[in-house]
């Protein structure tokens, strides 16, 4: 009984492999194969991340540009954030925003990472690094020419979003997959996350073509902008799963 409730705690997120054990005849084995991250991007409400949380995703993103259709204020959010911590990856994201801005928000405790996703140098990534900022850059990509930029900028992952002219992210449109995979085999010390234009109709095919360590989606699993659908985060899990 308790090796078959691992294999369901496991089977929630990941993929799993079963059949015979070659070594031991008649003895069956299973093995799991890593399961793609997932983080769901553009959250304004404290119940709308839980119910991201009990369908299973593992970061959410909350948009602090307030440029965006999915804005929220730190103020407004700061009131709730704390309730999310040790249950998701809390995930602060930043346009073209001040240093000084930046720094108080990852000081509060309030957020996990931070995700730079507009025109910011490489030094500017790297002087919010060098101070113990977890940072996320987002890489805008339209051919694989545009992955020589992600050398330049620190941390451990590396996000590629569609490349569209007047779009700081968040346009619903998707880019060549393949160059996720691409992205990986040069960086492979990084994890690669591919965001723009994902759905549930179409993750499955992305996920195939890139081979990424995550997924970031946001319109795609939305009933309007910023209010997360959650049948469809949960769509969007099973095609994974079942993937």
């Not at 010390?189 to 946001?218: F, H, Y």
Request: proline share 4%.
């Amino acid at each position: 009984m308790v090796i078959l409730a691992e294999i369901l705690r496991f089977a929630k997120r990941g993929r799993i492999i079963v059949g015979n054990n070659p070594a031991f005849p008649g003895r069956g084995y299973f093995m799991m194969s890593e399961p793609v991250r997932v983080k769901v991007c553009g959250l304004r409400s404290l119940e709308n991340s839980l119910e991201c949380v009990e369908a299973g995703v593992d970061m959410l993103g909350f948009n602090f540009w307030p440029g965006s259709k999915r804005y929220i204020s730190f103020l407004e959010a700061a009131g709730w954030l704390g309730e999310l911590e040790g249950k998701v990856e809390r995930v602060a994201l930043f346009v073209n925003a001040e240093r000084e801005e930046i720094l108080e928000v990852w000081s509060s405790g309030l957020v996990d990472l931070v995700q730079i996703h507009g025109d910011e140098s490489p030094a500017f990534c790297q002087e919010l690094s060098s101070v113990g900022v977890a940072v996320m850059r987002a890489t805008r990509v339209g051919s694989e020419d545009d992955l020589d930029r992600v050398a330049d900028y620190p941390g451990d992952r590396i996000l590629l979003d569609a490349s569209v002219p007047g779009h700081y992210g968040g346009s619903g449109q998707s880019f060549d997959w393949k160059l996720a995979r691409k992205a990986s085999e040069r960086f492979s010390d990084r994890k690669v996350l591919i965001s723009g234009g994902l759905k549930p109709e179409n993750v499955v095919q992305a996920v195939s073509e890139g081979n990424p360590w995550g997924i970031d989606v946001a319109s795609g699993v939305e009933s309007a902008p910023g209010v997360k659908d959650k049948t469809l985060i949960c769509e969007l899990l099973e095609q994974l799963r079942s993937s």
